[in-house]
């Protein structure tokens, strides 16, 4: 079965600052790697996605995400936290077998001015 | 190209009711997920259809669920009778191919009294 775990279900950042959104995985299989965000009143938005091929992916909106299958990790990151990147963010891992997306609890983020 | 629709947006219901949420993906779109959370936890898996066929129920949580996509186009879940339980946001996402991100509808939130 697979899970993900995502560490801190509220981080708070300066603007300006560094964006680091902790996210673990484990999976039987090569996963399908992904983060969306969710602004309010919106649906589901994704970011990014690694299938297979480079580990480092870059994403919409400045954010890049690393897969370290070491660590069993794929963490988002944003060098500078822009006001308009509050929201919540989630990671989701998929079986490449049975497509399903399994999703982390999830990480709100808000950012000060 | 217009995105995944869902509707109602909202709805309230009485415990014992019947409810019917549709989903309408982006056209040409072979796959259709249904997703739901319930308030404070994860987003759950709850199935997948490839056009018209049920490819993956697992994620149903019991016979009062019911999902239809007729035709291939758009799909229905209904929940008959609904319980305090169900209330949560429900979303639908689909995509062209498997292994893709998906796109995700607003979701409909449900409250169920």
């Known amino acids: 079965a697979q899970s993900v775990t995502q560490l801190g279900s509220h981080v708070s950042v300066s603007e300006g600052a560094l964006v680091l959104l902790r996210c673990n995985y484990s999976?039987?299989?090569?996963?399908?790697l992904f983060w969306y965000v969710q602004y309010p009143n919106q649906g589901l938005q994704l970011l990014l996605k690694y299938t297979t091929g480079a580990t480092l992916v870059k994403g919409i909106n400045g954010f890049e995400a690393e897969f370290k299958k070491s660590e069993t990790s794929f963490h988002l990151t944003k060098p500078s936290a822009h006001m308009s990147d509050a929201a919540e963010y989630f990671c989701a891992v998929s079986d490449t077998g049975r497509r399903a997306l399994t999703f982390g609890s999830g990480t709100r983020l808000q950012v000060q001015p | 190209e217009a995105g995944v629709t869902q509707f109602p947006s909202h709805s309230v219901i009485e415990k014992g009711q019947t409810v019917t949420l549709r989903c309408d993906p982006i056209s040409g779109h072979d796959n259709l997920y249904w997703y739901r959370r319930v308030m404070g936890k994860e987003i759950k898996f709850l199935l997948h259809f490839v056009k018209e066929s049920k490819q993956d129920e697992s994620g149903m949580p019991n016979n009062r669920f019911l999902a239809e996509r007729t035709g291939g186009t758009y799909s229905t879940l209904k929940v008959q009778p609904a319980e305090l339980e169900d209330s949560g946001v429900y979303f639908c996402?689909?995509?062209?191919?498997?292994?893709?991100?998906?796109?995700f509808g607003s979701g409909t939130r449900l409250t169920v009294v």
């Open positions: 999976s039987s299989v090569p996963p399908y």
């Open positions: 996402a689909s995509s062209p191919r498997t292994g893709d991100g998906y796109t």
